[in-house]
């Protein structure tokens, strides 16, 4: 089996920064596409950005310019750098991996708060 644990969420002030890391663990032959989600209470989860295997990145629109997603394929974890934060980013974040053998796999979740 396989999991993925999140870290680095907490409280920033707004126009402040966080890095984000998941890292995957257990019988890995390899994985595809790494992605992060966002959850706000009440709403549906939804996408952020994602990465190849080969570092091919893709965002949404809400965070272009502000994100950037990076992976470290020799120890399976992806990050999640965060600049420019805005209370609309407050959310629980989640990262998703699609392995090789087992599909897709969601980590836990972390939280990050934007407030002053």
């Known amino acids: 089996q396989v999991q993925l644990v999140e870290s680095g969420g907490g409280l920033v002030q707004p126009g402040g920064s966080l890095r984000l890391s998941c890292a995957a663990s257990?019988?890995?032959?390899?994985?595809?596409?790494m992605a992060w989600y966002r959850q706000a209470p009440g709403k549906q989860r939804d996408f952020v950005g994602s990465?190849?295997?080969?570092?091919?990145?893709n965002y949404a629109d809400s965070v272009k310019g502000r994100f950037t997603i990076s992976r470290d394929n020799a120890i399976n974890t992806v990050y999640l750098q965060m600049n420019s934060l805005k209370p609309e980013d407050t959310a629980a974040y989640y990262c998703?991996?699609?392995?090789?053998?087992?599909?897709?796999?969601w980590g836990q979740g972390t939280q990050v708060t934007v407030s002053s």
């Open positions: 998703h991996a699609d392995f090789k053998l087992f599909g897709g796999r």
């Open positions: 257990g019988r890995i032959f390899g994985i595809n596409d």
């Open positions: 990465i190849t295997s080969g570092a091919r990145t």
